[in-house]
C-alpha cells in the first residue's frame, strides 16, 4: 500500500502564509497526479489545485493567484504555497494522489487532512 503524510497547517492572520506538504511513500511505482482538497463545515470538498506528473496545473478560481502548488523533482511531494489568506479559506485540507503501486494497481490515496484557520 501507500500513503500521504500532510504537514504545514495551523492558524494564521488573515494576509498571512502557510506552506502545506505533502510526502508520498510506499510502493509506488508512479505517481499521475496530486493534489489539494479543502472541505469547510457544511460544505462540499473541492478541488483547491492539482498537479499532473508532466507539471501542468490547475487551480480553484477562488486561490488563484494565491496559491502556489509545485513538486519536488522526484515527484513524490507536494507542496501548496498559500499566501494572502483569507478567512473564507478555513478548511481541513487533504492531499490527494492518483497513484499506481505494486499489486494493487492504479486508485486514489487521501492524506488524513490537516487543519487551516484564518482568524484574527
Known amino acids: 500500500q501507500a500513503q500521504l503524510v500532510e504537514s504545514g497547517g495551523g492558524l494564521v492572520q488573515p494576509g498571512g502564509s502557510l506552506r502545506l506538504s505533502c510526502a508520498a511513500s510506499g510502493r509506488i511505482q508512479s505517481i499521475n497526479a496530486m493534489g489539494w482538497y479543502r472541505q469547510a463545515p457544511g460544505k462540499e470538498r473541492e478541488l483547491v489545485a492539482k498537479i499532473t506528473s508532466l507539471g501542468s496545473t490547475d487551480y480553484a478560481d477562488s486561490v488563484l493567484g494565491r496559491f502556489t502548488i509545485s513538486r519536488d523533482n522526484a515527484g513524490n511531494t507536494v507542496y501548496l504555497q498559500m499566501n494572502s489568506l483569507k478567512p473564507e479559506d478555513t478548511a481541513v485540507y487533504y492531499c490527494?494522489?492518483?497513484?499506481?503501486?505494486?499489486?494493487?494497481?492504479?486508485?486514489?490515496?487521501w492524506g488524513q487532512g490537516t487543519q487551516v484557520t484564518v482568524s484574527s
Open positions: 490527494n494522489a492518483d497513484m499506481v503501486t505494486i499489486f494493487r494497481g492504479r486508485r486514489d490515496y
